[in-house]
């Protein structure tokens, strides 16, 4: 078995796997909120009359659009962009939700990295703000939402009025907040009680009412693997008491949930899972193999009621007594004494730092003046309801119809003052709210930043090697608040268990993971040998893809003797993001290749990257993966490209990177039949073996026959012709005679696979 180590000198290389904590992406430019930018869309008027009448609301069918986006920064304008409704009940309201979807008729087209817009036309809503308040609020209780922001919205030049402008939930917003994004993500809707249903995953897929899958897995949709959620339920449901902590903590970030779950009832978001089983993702993070919450379509709160529901009044610590059915995501946590507690310090938390009225009334405040201006000649947002433009002013104080209860600032008074009365705080153990493990070539970094109701006096790292006996050492506090200890790592793997105590100031003491059993692989193991071939940087006439597209692509080659599982790995265009784009679930046999369309367009394929290559220079490399700490496997920084050449190791698989006379694309780089007549005349025959096509060169060229070994002529081409289809004939080897001006014949052999 040919397999290489990776020398621990020479690279320093750093990767890092997390967990609970969240990356937050800067607002950006299409989120900006101290203004509202303007959105344009042309349409055929036909094709608007089509997308808004009555029959078809309930269509999903995209129209090609013209999109202009207009700030104070500039005017930015998108042809050929999709556009339909979007939403349940409210696409057949007035005021109905659009979907704006960047790549639907260009593949791979981005908006300031964003492939799609959810603009919500907010009809129940009369202050066309209790969204925003609560994406907002949410936000700053550290839970990965989604950006959002207002903008006024323009249809064939008719104003549509004040809309929410709502980031899109795939893969892009998971590579913008997760550390790992390949994972599956499922979008949630009614009935999603997540109960157990049985060990079937084809009962959840095909939980679909209303035509409408409950549990709709939204990435790698050629594998259709519902196996993770599954899990999850079962453990959620079915995982007795005692062991219910343990088990959950490896499947579910709970820390990240509790938060949720005071969120939703400081907001009253009765049309999530809590109560209405309804409006939420969540994403399987296959690297800590963990779920993660993600809060979806939070626009029924803050007051508005259809139930006659007192909302802000009702019972923190039991929030489903109006419920008579299972919430096992609700009821199995807070069942949990520990988190029951937690859940009690995050509330205390949010109703002391920020959700209260000295906090936010100046926020609404300010929000009001920037947008009012807009609401004034909102025609679209009186259909429903008949709010008027004083109904908008007023509802930031006051209540106005049956179903909003409140007004903004006197629904957040109700609420904290009820939600203070009922609180019960008790002492809560030191928790684990953010954990990050560090290698490099030859130390690992471990650290924790922990929370709790005291001042934390002592934190110790217990661990053991290969399970030979227990030591532990005392974590040091960092100035950006973690605990950490370095561990010197030797070059031979060795399995360490793992876990941290953390005590308090009133001696209370906690454990993370709970059940003491973190583990992680220590050194390197070998890598098998996979080279990066060949690759082209910048593609415009040579080959195409499956669409037809002239793409950027790289050339992976298996140059060992075994075969090599191609899931475990990566490719990356930067070397501090090593597991971008996990390869294609295939094997590749010895002395094999792999294409790799490098495109910026997963969406493609499993054999599209979610990055394409810069003709100017950049990095490309193949890594292992987070059990062997993203091992560099094969890697090379290049320089300027040249168009449609591409760049070979010469020899194949071993040499260094040079430019191609021709590209080999999937082949042997040293597989040129070099023919050389005795006046130097030299004439090329490419690839070989071949597949569809062969390039012809040489000087003075005027015939090319291609024989069958029977002597059967099968193809013949006169003059100096490069290219040659030879896609009609079949697998075996064949004889090409090139005859040049002198008459001089030469003959090689061709072998077709």
Avoid at 423 to 440: G, I, Y
Avoid at 657 to 667: L, R, V
Wanted: negative net charge; proline residues 4%.
């Amino acid at each position: 078995m040919q397999l290489k180590w990776l020398a621990l000198i020479g690279w320093l290389f750093l990767s890092t796997t997390s967990w609970t904590q969240y990356m937050t992406p800067d607002i950006g430019y299409v989120f900006q909120d101290n203004e509202v930018p303007r959105i344009d869309i042309l349409m055929d008027q036909d094709s608007l009359d089509i997308l808004l009448a009555d029959n078809n609301r309930n269509s999903n069918h995209e129209f090609p659009v013209s999109f202009t986006f207009t700030t104070s920064q500039g005017i930015e304008t998108l042809e050929n962009v999709g556009f339909r409704l979007r939403g349940n009940t409210s696409r057949s309201s007035s005021k109905p939700s659009f979907k704006v979807s960047f790549n639907s008729f260009e593949s791979g087209r981005k908006f300031y990295d964003l492939e799609k817009l959810n603009l919500n036309g907010e009809h129940n809503d009369p202050s066309i703000m209790r969204s925003k308040l609560c994406w907002d609020t949410y936000a700053m209780m550290d839970i990965p939402v989604s950006r959002v922001n207002h903008v006024e919205l323009y249809v064939n030049d008719d104003y549509r009025g004040l809309y929410i402008n709502v980031e899109h939930i795939d893969e892009e917003y998971i590579a913008k907040r997760m550390t790992e994004s390949s994972g599956n993500l499922f979008k949630c809707l009614w009935p999603a009680d997540l109960v157990y249903l049985g060990s079937d995953p084809i009962i959840y897929e095909e939980l679909a009412p209303f035509g409408r899958q409950a549990y709709d897995l939204k990435t790698n949709t050629a594998q259709n693997d519902y196996t993770d959620l599954v899990r999850f339920i079962n453990i959620l449901n079915n995982t007795p008491p005692e062991n219910f902590q343990c088990e959950i903590e490896k499947i579910f970030d709970v820390n990240n949930y509790l938060k949720v779950i005071v969120m939703d009832i400081l907001t009253s978001n009765w049309d999530g899972p809590i109560i209405n089983k309804n409006n939420f993702y969540l994403y399987h993070d296959p690297i800590i193999d963990r779920f993660t919450y993600i809060p979806y379509d939070l626009d029924n709160t803050v007051g508005i009621d259809f139930f006659n529901i007192d909302w802000p009044s009702t019972d923190i610590y039991n929030w489903v007594e109006n419920v008579f059915e299972d919430r096992p995501i609700y009821s199995k946590i807070m069942s949990v004494p520990e988190y029951r507690d937690r859940f009690s310090f995050y509330m205390d938390k949010a109703i002391t730092e920020f959700f209260n009225n000295q906090y936010l009334n100046p926020y609404l405040d300010l929000k009001l003046d920037l947008i009012k201006a807009y609401r004034f000649d909102d025609v679209y947002a009186m259909g429903d309801y008949g709010y008027t433009y004083q109904d908008f002013l007023n509802s930031y104080e006051m209540p106005f119809t049956d179903h909003v209860k409140y007004g903004l600032k006197d629904y957040i008074e109700t609420r904290v003052s009820t939600a203070s009365d009922q609180l019960s705080l008790n002492d809560v153990p030191p928790f684990v709210v953010d954990k990050h493990v560090d290698w490099s070539e030859n130390q690992i970094i471990f650290n924790y930043l922990i929370d709790g109701m005291s001042s934390i006096t002592g934190v110790t790292f217990h661990y053991s090697i290969d399970g030979v006996e227990w030591m532990e050492a005392v974590m040091t506090l960092d100035q950006s608040g973690y605990y950490t200890y370095v561990f010197n790592v030797d070059v031979d793997p060795v399995l360490m268990t793992y876990y941290i105590e953390a005590r308090d100031e009133n001696n209370l003491v906690s454990f993370s993971p709970y059940c003491k059993d973190a583990t992680v692989q220590l050194g390197f193991k070998p890598t098998y040998d996979l080279v990066i071939n060949e690759f082209m940087a910048s593609n415009t006439t040579s080959r195409q893809d499956e669409f037809g597209e002239h793409e950027d692509w790289i050339e992976i080659y298996n140059n060992g003797d075994v075969t090599v599982p191609l899931f475990d790995y990566y490719l990356t265009d930067n070397p501090n993001d090593p597991n971008k784009w996990k390869l294609p679930h295939v094997t590749l046999s010895p002395d094999s290749y792999l294409i790799i369309w490098a495109d910026d367009d997963n969406s493609q394929g499993d054999d599209h990257t979610n990055f394409s290559l810069k003709r100017s220079g950049e990095f490309i490399g193949i890594f292992d993966n987070h059990l062997n700490h993203y091992a560099v496997v094969d890697s090379i920084t290049y320089l300027e490209q040249t168009e449609d050449v591409s760049f070979e190791r010469s020899p194949n698989g071993i040499g260094a990177f040079a430019f191609a006379e021709y590209p080999t694309f999937g082949y042997n780089n040293d597989a040129v039949s070099h023919l050389q007549e005795k006046d130097e005349v030299v004439i090329e025959i490419y690839p070989n073996p071949a597949v569809d096509h062969i390039y012809v060169t040489g000087d003075e060229i005027q015939q090319i026959n291609i024989f069958d070994v029977s002597g059967r002529l099968l193809i013949s081409h006169s003059g100096n012709k490069n290219q040659i289809d030879v896609s009609d004939l079949s697998s075996g080897l064949f004889l090409v005679e090139l005859i040049n001006l002198q008459n001089k014949k030469t003959i090689s052999k061709l072998v077709i696979r």
